[in-house]
């Protein structure tokens, strides 16, 4: 009798997720994700330019 793990493979499970139309949806703020990542990139260099000032000021 052998003790070793079965790693026979196995079938995927065929059910399907429910859909989830709201995933769809565009974000509500600026009217897509595009202009949010835009945002949020804007903002980091901002930050780093508002710090690396800062350090250069006071350096």
Known sequence: MSTAPDLT???PA???PAPR???DDA???L???RNIYLLVMGTF???VAVCWALT???A
């Open 21 to 23: 139309p709201e995933l």
């Open 45 to 47: 260099v901002v930050f």
């Open 9 to 11: 493979p196995r079938e």
């Open 31 to 33: 009217g897509s994700w």
């Open 27 to 29: 974000p509500p703020l």
């Open 56 to 58: 250069e000021v006071y």
């Open 14 to 16: 065929t059910e399907a």
